[in-house]
């Protein structure tokens, strides 16, 4: 007959715990979930997966922000702007082990509508030197009025340097009269009818200096009307013509 094993007296018997024979599946659930301690653990892992989110939410706002930066570019090239290139000058540099060579770009910018500005850019490659000065073209844009969208509203004289030119307004048909570094100024600001004249250097960086000087001074009849407190009829009547085309060229008076 086998021996029985037999348990002391106030022994814990298998299944139980020593302090009054309590089953072990009472305590099992607070053993398995590791108490306050471990919870808060999950608690702070919770935390950072809420990070990972504010991390997404920032992603989110980066995509925003070059969603923007887009929507300005294809803002920036619907405008359909005109370029001219002008004059593109070589220039060499003698060192020690030959001949560098650079290159500067003259570009005229213009919108067809009365805005047009020019710009020089240096490089030693002539891509660069032309994306260069049309950008400094850009930034330099001016705005000129125009007679019926067409022509200038009165002559004028611009000087820089040994540069002097003379503008003078013209009827329909005319076209542009103006040679090498002036007509790409009036072909991008829009005129198609105008004469001029360039007596002086034909440095085509004054020349264009000068042309823009002439052009800073055109001014239409509604801003002389409204610098002097008047109606635009009241300038238009004392060019003469009967009543109905000074209200006629009063009413074609945009800017």
Known sequence: MADEKTTPEGAAQPGTTGEGNQPVAAIAPEAKTGGPERQSRGGNRGGAGGRDNRGGGRDNRGGGRNNNRGGRGNNDGGEELIEKLVHINRVSKTVKGG????????????????????GKGKAREVPEAITKATAAANKSMVRVPLREGRTLHHDGTGQFGAGNVTVRSAPAGTGIIAGGP???????????????KSNGTANPYNMIRATFAALADQSSPKSVAQ???????DL????????AEVAADAAAVTE
């Open 99 to 118: 001949k560098r060579f650079g290159f500067a770009a003259l570009v005229v910018v213009g919108d067809g509508k009365g805005r047009a500005g020019f």
């Open 182 to 196: 002036m007509r790409a100024v009036f072909e991008s600001l829009g005129v198609s009818d105008v004469v001029t």
């Open 227 to 233: 610098r002097r407190g008047k109606k635009v009829t």
């Open 236 to 243: 238009l009547a004392r060019a003469g013509g009967s009543a």
